[in-house]
């Protein structure tokens, strides 16, 4: 707008239409028509107050006035409306140029349309929605102080890490101390605040940290696989701070601040001897800073939160996340994999391979190229032996674990009497029939090899010559072939023994023939 009260006052001065033209900012023709009509209108410096600009280019173009009425924005629907996913400014415009269109008045240009907004918004203290959408992101790092924690009987002192997360619209926060800052508690923090909020956001800004972030170059970012798991989880996208950008994340920046101050020196002065007691006073803490009345606008972060920020998160899947660590192993030859307590099978045909482990607090899973090949469930105490599913076992492993006394006395049994009679030899030769299985075992596969007719022979043979067998002779006989070879009668054997000097054949020392001698 023309600066019409500047041009009359300098002209009432003696200035001259170029000095008026260079101080006002406008042509020699605008100071030439203005002075004119100052003339006709008897406007002469000094002006009253309610002769302001506006109210000159009335007096001076009535007719410009009544046809250049433009339709003022509804600002308060703009302002809701921007807090929607995607809205722009520019949006808004080009709908509020068609509105106007509709009814046949004149809209704003853009840039009036923005500047007036904005005007609007500082106003009435409303400009944390231009830079933060509600329920659109949630701020997280670690605070750069810590608590101590007392040992009652050492007198140790223990540093308590403190975990801080914020919702940068609202400001609203969640602040938890933590015993260390490994990856399983940055998740687990992660899993509470989330239950804290009651919600998620699109996106998570962590700071660059090793539990979250792997890498963060200017080509690419790369995540540690447990966080992005846990961000999968609950429908958000992890987008880490630029490095050493710290207005990235000047909502964490600040709460950290707020948060060292309010919360963690107010209770500088109190000794905790617990983790659980440190807690509790962080959470009462926690509720008189979010509750907190605003210094430069109405209400507080809590307020903010429930009335213009909370229905716009994300619902919270059924069940919380489970926290897990993921890590890679290399499949050993008894392909058992191991959570550090306990030890759990996996596939046989992988072992040598290098496999991806997910360890959580109840379950353990094993994934090759991507696909999960074994699922345990964790048990709490450790235990004596390993888990192994028979599925995943060679099958002479599978064998033997079905070994029983039962199932090879059956299997002997249907080959014949004298491979009976051995398998009782064998079972009844220890302490206990486990003793004899590896026997009975053994004596199955020499029956796989050479028949059930060549093992019945072989056992008959050697239970002539002995009545301890062992699957040695019994191996020896069948590889010499020697099963074949008949026994001769016993009246021949004694004849021709007699013939010797021989008189007593095996059977005699069988039945304990000479004791009397």
């Known amino acids: 707008m023309v600066d019409y009260r500047e041009i009359i006052r300098l002209r009432s001065l003696g200035y001259t239409q170029r000095q008026i033209a260079a101080s006002a900012h406008c042509s020699r023709d605008t100071i030439r028509e203005v002075a004119r009509l100052a003339d006709e209108h008897n406007l002469a410096w000094p002006l009253d107050e309610s002769m302001t600009d506006s109210a000159i280019q009335k007096l001076f173009y ?86 101590d924690i007392h040992d009652s009987v050492t007198g140790d002192i223990v540093p308590a890490y403190v975990f801080v997360s914020v919702l940068p619209c609202s400001c609203y926060a969640y602040v938890e101390p933590c015993l260390d800052m490994k990856s399983e508690t940055w998740i687990a923090c992660h899993v509470n605040m989330y239950n804290y909020f009651g919600g998620s956001t699109r996106l998570l800004v962590p700071d660059n940290l090793r539990v979250g972030v792997t890498s963060n170059t200017r080509y690419e970012t790369v995540l540690n696989r447990s966080y992005n798991e846990m961000a999968e989880y609950y429908d958000t996208a992890v987008v880490p701070a630029r490095v050493e950008k710290p207005r ?15 919360i963690i020196a107010a209770l500088r002065n109190r000794k905790f001897l617990s983790m659980h007691e440190l807690k509790a006073a962080v959470a009462e803490k926690l509720e008189e800073y979010n509750a907190k009345d605003f210094t430069k606008r109405e209400g507080s972060r809590l307020s903010a939160f429930l009335y213009e920020e909370k ?23 008894d392909y058992l994999i191991s959570d550090g307590k306990n030890k759990f099978s996996v596939p046989f045909d992988l072992i040598g391979e290098k496999i991806d482990v ?108 002995s009545n301890q067998p062992t699957i040695r002779n019994i191996s020896t006989i069948l590889r010499n072939r020697q099963e074949s070879i008949k026994r001769e009668p016993e009246s021949r054997r004694s004849d021709a023994g007699s013939q010797y000097g021989l008189t007593r054949g095996a059977d005699y020392f069988r039945r304990g023939g000479g004791s009397g001698d």
């Not at 929607?84 to 853009?110: F, H, N, Q």
């Not at 990235?248 to 309010?262: L, N, Q």
Request: aromatic fraction near 10%.
């Open 248 to 262: 990235d994340k000047s909502a964490a920046e600040g709460t950290v601040k707020h948060t060292s101050t309010w």
């Open 62 to 147: 009535p007719e410009r006035a009544s046809t250049s009425t433009r339709k003022e924005p509804d600002y308060q629907y703009i302002h809701k409306e921007l807090a929607k996913d995607g809205v722009t400014l520019s949006l808004l415009w080009s709908e509020y140029c068609e509105s106007c269109r509709a009814e046949g008045s004149i809209p704003y240009m853009s840039t009036q349309f923005s500047d007036k907004y904005r005007k609007w918004a500082r106003a009435t203290k409303a400009t944390m929605r231009i830079n933060h959408k509600p329920g659109n992101s949630i701020m997280v790092d670690w605070a750069g102080s810590t608590f």
């Open 358 to 465: 997910r360890t959580a607090r109840t379950t353990i899973e094993a994934f090759f190229h991507g696909s999960r090949v074994a699922s345990h469930p964790r048990p709490a105490q450790r235990l004596r032996d390993p888990i192994v599913v028979p599925g995943h076992m060679p099958e002479n492993h599978r064998k033997y674990l079905s070994y029983n006394d039962e199932e090879f006395l059956s299997w002997a049994d249907g080959i014949g009497p004298q491979t009976s009679a051995v398998v009782k030899s064998f079972l009844e030769s220890g302490k206990v029939s486990e003793q004899g299985y590896k026997a009975c075992a053994s004596l199955t596969k020499l029956a796989d090899r050479y028949g059930h007719e060549k093992v019945e022979d072989a056992c008959e043979r050697v239970l002539a010559h």
């Open 311 to 333: 229905s716009f998160m994300k619902p919270l899947p059924a069940s919380p996340y489970e926290p897990a660590v993921w890590s890679t192993a290399t499949v050993q030859k």
